[in-house]
Each structure stands twice: as structure tokens, then as C-alpha cells.
């Protein structure tokens, strides 16, 4: 299986390079116990923001029983930014205003994003049919909730969901009600309301959804009848807790319809309670704040070089291909020009040559920032990646890589990059990987359980010390659905826990970042790994 599969999984993901409408004034930057907000809006309404983030942040806790004061890593601040129209996250995503993206989230190692608008897209006329459409369209701050609970539960709750629970918990959090010393959750998503009123309910879809299923209804019962079942279990006090007992069930084994029966009883009752509801009133709950005083937050506006590198920045942060990447440089460049003594606008620089695998000038961009602020850990992360990615052509840099990330990892010790890099460094090398390095990655993997490329390393690396029943429990995730992909990895696991390991290892065996593949040679690997699904009898799986 080919390991361009496997990278489609990242959560890390590259997108298309297109201009985006953000400008270079009115903007501020708040930052909180969980977030760090990018907005270009007021000071009052960038601080009532960060405090809803932070809001969201305690009812989590609050809910899923999470201790409040359990201590995270200041890397897994989530980088929120904040601006302009719906159609500029389309932009940002896929080069057009057309795809309807509310916004959208990006869980890394090196750095977990958000990117959401400050409004929607206004419209001087609209008929009474597109104002109800409006009306019914996903809120663009109710996108951002959605997407960090799906971050949330991976740092704090890491289990292989399935798809419909997975989202419809999500969209139990996405339109949250703050008041002035409570929340209340419950109301139905308006959103939603139009599947919950005419997709008819039906268990055994929802819990086992047919493979080739992807249109309307399949996506209606993943979103909203998810979202009834996950409020049905979650705020009903005689179904709290059953939830445990189905997932129990499927890491003893048990399909679907099976772990279903033995958590949740009799289906037709299950059926019944949840017609019920749909029907009837939202079963809301409303539930005082922990804390009673307002969420914290540390705010000012951006002072003139950090407001002209924020094009830059979002762009770079949002990811980009190669042509994107090379035309990022030179906006660096001249930015660079402009303010030479800015460690802001010198950082976003180091960012854009790295990603045009421009090592040379990323690694003195990234020593120039140390220079001014001997405290960002994140240059000392460019500084070191910049030597592990020569290392592909020159194995002598590995060294100087591995010298880069301990130093970087000084800097910031629960950092799960610097840990992760540290680990590749000797993953690459001829020598056997020391105990030093393998904790440094299971370290790194506590930090950052939502990065899926540090996840994957995790797995090959258990594989490779024969801790088989670990890997399962680690990509577990990799082997739950009916997808291709999960068929695959089943069937190889079985293959590795019969004494043939090779296979296996291949596939979950990191690429070198400093590997250059071209189009021609990612499109052989997808039609190897395509081959290969079919010949293990999963392409109908």
C-alpha cells in the first residue's frame, strides 16, 4: 500500500494557493488559557469572541468530565483567525467563493489553526427564499465550535468514535447558548432541522452505513441524527453512560448492530424514543459556569509590521502547493525588506521559504529571529527541520538536526514537535533507534494525540518492538469502518500478527519530509495503493 493513502488521512492538509480579501488594518490579537485569536474586528467584539472560545473550552470540561486544571502544552493553543466574509474562507480553502465553507480547522504537531469570518456574506438585496436559506446555513462561529470539539476530544478523550457519533457530539456543542452565568445546550441546529424533519430514521444506516452511501441521507443521518442520538444519550439521564458500553463493545469486537444491542437494548425502543424526540421539544440543559468571573484575556491591537505580515501568515498557516508557495516567497521577501528587525514579519518569512523547500534561507531567517527573540521556540523548530529535510540528500545533517530539536526542546520541553523531530532523526539513520528517542516520541504523541502523522509514526514504531495489542489501541482509528482503507489495515494487522510484518511496516513507515515526489510519482502511488485495495478484496468491503 502505497503511503500517499495513508497522508490523505493528516490532519495537516495542503490546499490550493488563491489570494484571500484579508487587510493589513484593525487588527487585533486576544490571547486566552486555550486560544490565540487573530481578528480583524473591534476590541470588544475580538475579546467577546476569545471569551465564547474559552466558554466552549469549560462546558467540554464540564461535560465530558475532564479536570479543568489538567495542565496542557502552551504549544496546543489553537491560532483562531478572524476575518472578512464566508466566501474568504472558500477562497482560502479552494480558490473560489462558491463552496459554502463556513470555515474550517487544521489540528498540527507544530501548531493547531482555526480559520472562521467575522460575518457572513452580505447581500445588499435578497429575495425572502435566499434570507430563509441564510437563516438555515451553518453559523460561521458554530463551524469553529464544531471543529474543536473534534480537537478537544482527541487531547482529552482519544477513542475510535464511530462517524456518527463523532459528529453528531460535535454538533451538540456547535450552537451553545451563553448567558450571563450559565449555558445552555440542546436546542436543536437549525442547520439540521430540515434532515431531522425529512430523513426518515433508520439504526442500522446510521450505525453501519453502507460503504457506497455518501448523498443526502447519508450525510443527514452522520450530522443530524447523529446529533439527535449523541443528545438523546447525553442528556437523557437513563441512556447517560451507554455510550461507554457500545465502544466497550466494539474494542471486544462486536459490529455495529451488535455493540449497539449490547449497549443501547432493544432497537425498536431505541427507535421509538428517538421519533419521540424529534417530534417533540428540544431536551435541553442548562448548567452554571464553573467559573463564575469572565473567561481572561490578554488583548492589543497589532502593531504595524505584525498587521502587514498577516496576509502572509494566513496563507502560509492555511497551507500551500508548490506554485502557492513560490509566490509566497516573494511577498516574504519584500515584507522582509520593509521591516528587517521585525521577529514577526522575519518568522512568517522563515515559514514561506521552508514551505518552497527553501532551506538555506529558511534556516539564516530562522537564526535572525532567534537573534531578536531567543525565546520562540518556533524558529528553533524551523531552524532544526530546515537540517533533518537536507538530511535526505546529506545523512550527515541528521546529526545537526537531532543537535537542533534538543535544543528546541530545552526551549519548550512539552512541545511535541521538537520531540517528534527529534525522533526522526534517528528513525532515518542507519543506527538503531535509542529508548531516549522512542520515549521522545510517545512523549510527543501525549501532546499532540490530534496530529495524524505523529499517531502513524507511534504505530509503526510499537510494530516495530512487536507491541502489536498497543498499535491496535493506538491506530485504532485506522481500523474502524467499512471504508477501503480500514479494510486494508485490518487485514494486514492479521497478516503482521501471523508472523508476516513486513507489509504492514511499510505502509506505516514515515516518508522522509525531505522526499520530493512530483505529480507523476504521487499519481503511481495512488494507483499502486488502488491496486492494492482491490486485490485484498476491499474495494467492496
Not at 458 to 473: F, G, I, N, S, T
Amino acid at each position: 500500500m502505497t503511503k500517499r493513502a495513508l497522508a490523505g488521512l493528516s490532519l495537516a492538509i495542503t490546499f490550493l494557493f488563491a489570494p484571500i480579501s484579508a487587510s493589513a488594518a484593525d487588527w487585533y490579537r486576544a490571547e486566552t488559557e486555550h486560544f490565540i485569536v487573530y481578528a480583524e474586528d473591534s476590541e470588544t467584539d475580538t475579546r467577546e469572541f476569545a471569551q465564547d472560545l474559552e466558554r466552549l473550552d469549560e462546558v467540554l470540561s464540564i461535560l465530558t468530565g475532564v479536570a479543568m486544571d489538567e495542565e496542557l502544552p502552551e504549544s496546543s493553543k489553537v491560532s483562531v483567525f478572524r476575518f472578512g466574509e464566508t466566501s474568504d474562507m472558500s477562497v482560502l480553502l479552494a480558490g473560489n467563493r462558491n463552496t459554502g465553507v463556513g470555515g474550517f480547522f487544521i489540528g498540527r504537531a507544530n501548531g493547531s489553526v482555526a480559520f472562521v469570518p467575522r460575518q457572513r456574506n452580505k447581500r445588499r438585496e435578497r429575495s425572502a427564499r435566499e434570507a430563509m436559506d441564510t437563516d438555515m446555513m451553518l453559523d460561521p462561529k458554530a463551524t469553529l465550535f464544531h471543529e474543536y470539539v473534534h480537537y478537544f476530544m482527541f487531547q482529552h478523550r482519544d477513542a475510535p468514535y464511530p462517524l456518527w457519533y463523532s459528529e453528531g457530539f460535535a454538533e451538540l456543542f456547535s450552537n451553545l447558548e451563553f448567558n450571563e452565568d450559565n449555558f445552555v445546550i440542546g436546542e436543536v441546529p437549525p442547520w439540521r432541522s430540515a434532515s431531522l424533519a425529512t430523513i426518515p430514521i433508520d439504526l442500522e444506516k446510521t450505525f453501519d452505513p453502507p460503504r457506497s452511501e455518501n448523498g443526502r441521507e447519508a450525510i443527514g443521518r452522520r450530522y443530524a441524527h447523529g446529533w439527535l442520538i449523541a443528545s438523546h444519550l447525553n442528556l437523557n439521564a437513563e441512556r447517560r453512560g451507554q455510550m461507554g458500553e457500545y465502544m466497550v463493545a466494539i474494542g471486544e469486537g462486536a459490529d455495529p448492530m451488535e455493540a449497539a444491542e449490547r449497549a443501547f437494548g432493544d432497537l425498536e425502543v431505541l427507535r421509538q424514543e428517538l421519533e419521540d424526540f424529534r417530534r417533540g421539544a428540544a431536551r435541553t440543559l442548562r448548567v452554571p459556569y464553573a467559573v463564575n468571573a469572565d473567561p481572561a484575556v490578554d488583548i492589543r491591537r497589532l502593531s504595524a509590521d505584525e498587521e502587514a505580515r498577516m496576509d502572509l501568515m494566513i496563507k502560509s498557516k492555511r497551507g500551500v502547493d508548490e506554485e502557492g508557495a513560490a509566490r509566497l516567497v516573494s511577498e516574504a521577501r519584500a515584507l522582509v525588506q520593509q521591516y528587517p528587525s521585525s521577529a514577526p514579519v522575519l518568522l512568517a518569512a522563515t515559514e514561506a521559504e521552508f514551505d518552497a523547500r527553501n532551506y538555506d534561507e529558511a534556516e539564516q531567517l530562522a537564526q535572525r529571529v532567534l537573534e531578536l527573540d531567543p525565546d520562540s521556540t518556533d524558529a528553533a523548530n524551523y531552524y532544526a527541520d530546515a537540517a533533518l529535510r537536507r538530511s535526505y540528500q546529506d545523512p550527515s545533517q541528521l546529526e545537526v538536526a537531532r543537535s537542533r530539536f534538543a535544543a528546541a526542546n530545552r526551549m519548550e520541553t512539552d512541545h511535541a514537535y521538537p520531540l517528534y523531530g527529534y525522533y526522526l532523526t534517528y528513525l532515518f539513520d542507519d543506527e538503531p533507534v535509542p529508548d531516549q528517542a522512542k520515549m521522545a516520541l510517545e512523549a510527543s504523541f501525549r501532546y499532540a494525540p490530534f496530529d495524524d502523522t505523529v499517531r502513524r509514526t507511534l504505530v509503526h514504531m510499537l510494530l516495530e518492538e512487536d507491541r502489536a495489542a498497543e498499535a491496535r489501541v493506538v491506530g485504532a482509528s485506522y481500523l474502524t469502518g467499512n471504508g477501503g482503507f480500514a479494510c486494508l489495515m485490518r487485514k494486514k494487522f492479521a497478516e503482521f500478527e501471523a508472523g508476516d510484518r513486513e507489509g504492514l511496516l511499510e505502509d506505516l513507515r514515515p516518508d522522509h519530509p525531505g522526499e520530493y515526489k512530483d505529480e507523476a510519482a504521487r499519481d503511481a502511488e495512488q494507483e499502486e495503493y488502488e491496486a492494492e485495495v482491490e486485490a485484498y478484496g476491499c474495494d467492496e468491503d
